[in-house]
């Protein structure tokens, strides 16, 4: 080798190992480096009132439906759907053609029994002054007892054609159904349904694991989504001691107070319970990731340098954290910050 090749071989060959070592350096650095950095929480247990939210229907608390005894023609309905009627207050008319005829029988009735009466004086003076025997007496008695019921039932007969001609309602409410018009004859259908809204009925379904913690005479918050956020308060009337079959649940029902007629029947409404306190794990909602397409939340939970995926079941949403049902222990380090670069079991760096 010339000399010359030889002083540019020796100089080359120092730069390319001094390259190696520094390479050498640099990956050892860059291996630290790859360790992601999480920052962590710790969290702790505390006590979390047991709110529970139903969806409830509104019922009425009674409901009558307004029939005609006998089919007859309507002549008028003076109410519609959605008004308020009072009790007593008239709501149908009805022919009233029967209605001669009835009072007829009930005269008729009633001079017959008038003749039966004298009939009967008669025979009893008669029998005083031994003009008579005791057995006419007892006939004509008889005679006068069934004159006396024949006037009864007459006049039953007649007042039921006069309230068969004048339907009024039962109770104060509000009219939910009206199945004819003037004009009619009536069906099998009522004329009109009437439902008592003062107060109303709220039914809701609860699990049987909440049925211990449902106690009657419990408040509830109902609202409805007519009336946006505002809050309507019940109370807890009647929880059933039966199950149903097909859903497992127990019917619970709540009494409302609806002194303004706003709540009506079939309206749509959310109640929320408060079933008392549990002690839960809270971690802040940061800590909590959902895995996508499978509705499973997860929290990576740091101990010894590495994080484990841990899943968890939520509880309730408690302003800027969950209550935490299974998954975290209290005392645990959660993270918070950092968790699109872990895995299941990796190392990580913990900044502050």
């Given at each position: 080798m010339k000399k010359s090749a030889y002083l540019f071989a020796?100089?080359?060959?120092?730069?390319?190992?001094?390259?190696?070592c520094n390479k050498d350096k640099n990956d050892g650095k860059d291996a630290k480096e790859e360790a992601p950095t999480v920052k962590v929480e710790t969290v702790d247990a505390r006590d979390v009132n047991q709110i529970s939210e139903y969806t409830a229907s509104v019922e009425a608390e009674k409901i009558n439906n307004i029939s005609a005894q006998l089919s007859a023609r309507i002549r008028d309905i003076y109410v519609d759907d959605g008004m308020r009627v009072s009790k007593g207050q008239k709501l149908v008319l009805l022919d009233d053609v029967n209605a001669a005829t009835y009072q007829l029988q009930v005269d008729n009735a009633k001079a017959n029994l008038r003749n039966i009466q004298t009939d009967y004086n008669r025979a009893l003076e008669l029998y005083?002054?031994?003009?008579?025997?005791?057995?006419?007496?007892?006939?004509?008695?008889?005679?006068?007892?069934?004159?006396k019921n024949a006037v009864a039932q007459a006049e039953r007969t007649?007042?039921?054609?006069?309230e068969n001609t004048v339907l009024v309602s039962p109770i104060s409410g509000v009219v939910t159904a009206r199945n004819y018009d003037p004009g009619d004859m009536t069906g099998q259908l009522p004329i009109l349904t009437v439902a008592q809204v003062q107060p109303v009925k709220i039914v809701i379904n609860v699990s049987e694991s909440e049925l211990s913690k449902v106690k009657k005479g419990m408040p509830a918050i109902v609202k409805f989504d007519t009336y946006g956020s505002e809050e309507f308060h019940g109370t807890i009337t009647m929880v059933s001691p039966t199950v149903d079959a097909q859903t497992r649940t127990f019917g619970v029902e709540i009494t409302v107070p609806n002194s303004q007629d706003r709540i009506l029947p079939g309206m749509f409404g959310r109640v929320t319970l408060n079933l008392g306190v549990s002690r839960h794990v809270v971690v802040p909602d940061r800590a909590v990731v959902k895995q996508q397409g499978s509705g499973n939340?997860?929290?990576?939970?740091?101990?010894?340098?590495?994080?484990?995926?841990?899943q968890v079941t939520l509880g309730q949403r408690l302003d800027a954290g969950y209550e935490?049902?299974?998954?975290?222990?209290?005392?645990?380090?959660?993270?918070?910050?950092?968790?699109n670069r872990l895995a299941n079991g990796m190392e990580v760096r913990v900044i502050k």
């Open positions: 020796l100089p080359l060959a120092l730069l390319l190992t001094l390259s190696a005083r002054i031994g003009g008579g025997t005791k057995q006419a007496v007892d006939q004509m008695e008889t005679q006068l007892i069934n004159a007649l007042r039921n054609a006069a939340h997860y929290v990576y939970v740091y101990k010894d340098g590495k994080v484990s995926y841990n935490i049902l299974s998954g975290v222990d209290a005392g645990s380090q959660v993270v918070v910050s950092g968790m």
